[in-house]
């Protein structure tokens, strides 16, 4: 069986990205909306505010983010993982929300290099959704099962 694919990478990288475009930030700016928004993947803004204030380190919040989103795996599973489209700068609560099509962008604004270092939500992200169906090609190099 094939698995459906999805890129995962930044904003910036534009070249490496496909399909429609979401974002995992939880903060993003206006460029960094994309046609939706994956909450699923979106870090919680507490534990967020924790590791950019150093409360907490990068170690620390990932491993806590990778726990909480453990809790649900069945939601980032294809055909399950879904984004809200974005209604006056926020996601909207209100608009059903839609499935993520395979072939799709997740994006976040950390560099590459900083991903590579293991120092971005992202590559957690890649790990789970590679873990639970998806083939995952982040910042361009296909994520062993």
Same mark, same amino acid.
């Given at each position: ?13 534009? $070249?490496? +990205? +496909?399909?429609?475009?979401?974002? #995992? ?19 919680? @803004? ?5 590791? *950019?204030? +150093?409360? #907490?380190?990068?170690?620390? &919040?990932?491993? *806590?983010? !990778? ?5 649900? %795996? *069945?939601?980032?599973?294809?055909? @399950?993982?879904? &984004? ?5 700068? @926020? ?22 290099? $900083? ?13 789970? %959704?590679? !873990? ?14």
């Amino acid at each position: 069986m094939t698995r459906p694919t999805l890129h995962v990478t930044n904003f910036a990288s534009r $070249k490496l +990205h +496909h399909g429609q475009v979401f974002t #995992i930030m939880a903060r993003p700016r206006h460029f960094e909306t994309g046609e939706g928004r994956v909450g699923a993947l979106v870090p919680p @803004v507490p534990l967020l505010e924790r590791v *950019q204030r +150093h409360v #907490i380190t990068i170690e620390d &919040y990932l491993a *806590q983010l !990778e726990e909480s989103w453990r809790r649900d %795996l *069945q939601g980032l599973e294809p055909g @399950v993982l879904r &984004y809200s489209v974005w209604e006056d700068g @926020v996601p909207s609560h209100v608009r059903p929300v839609h499935l993520v099509p395979a072939d799709s962008t997740l994006c976040c604004a950390c560099s590459r290099a $900083k991903a590579a270092a293991g120092h971005c939500h992202r590559v957690t992200a890649a790990r789970l %959704l590679v !873990e639970v169906g998806w083939r995952v090609v982040l910042d361009g190099e296909e994520v062993s099962p």
